[in-house]
């Protein structure tokens, strides 16, 4: 296998899977599947489309598509110049 940075590359389509150990539950409550997906939503959406997905009680699959260099590149400079922007905003001084 080779370097983790190099396993998911841009523009292709991955079936990404993860399974709780044992018999133990990933989902133990129905909350529990909308706050995976809005982590979903905030930390893997900007990166990957989903076309399909499945949730169960002991593991989730998801086929991914990662976006393009392009998209990637300018989701990264919208990331940091956001970070940026507040960083050096200008305060106000009580």
Same mark, same amino acid.
């Given at each position: ?9 841009? !523009?292709?389509?991955?079936? %990404? +899977? !993860?399974? &709780? ?10 909350? !529990?599947?909308? +706050? +995976?997906?809005?982590? %979903?939503?905030?930390? @893997? ?5 989903? *076309? &399909?997905?499945?949730? @169960?009680?002991? *593991?989730?699959? +998801? &086929?991914?598509? @990662?976006? /393009?260099?392009?998209?990637? /590149?300018? @989701? ?14 200008? *305060?106000?001084?009580?």
């Amino acid at each position: 296998m080779g370097c983790p940075r190099d396993l998911l590359k841009p !523009n292709k389509l991955y079936h %990404i +899977f !993860n399974h &709780a150990n044992g018999k133990d539950k990933l989902f133990k409550e129905e909350r !529990n599947y909308p +706050f +995976f997906m809005k982590k %979903i939503e905030k930390w @893997i959406l900007p990166c990957c489309d989903i *076309h &399909a997905y499945c949730l @169960i009680p002991n *593991h989730f699959h +998801f &086929a991914m598509k @990662i976006k /393009s260099e392009k998209e990637l /590149s300018t @989701i990264f400079e919208e990331k940091i110049s956001k970070k940026l922007s507040k960083l050096f905003s200008p *305060h106000p001084v009580s």
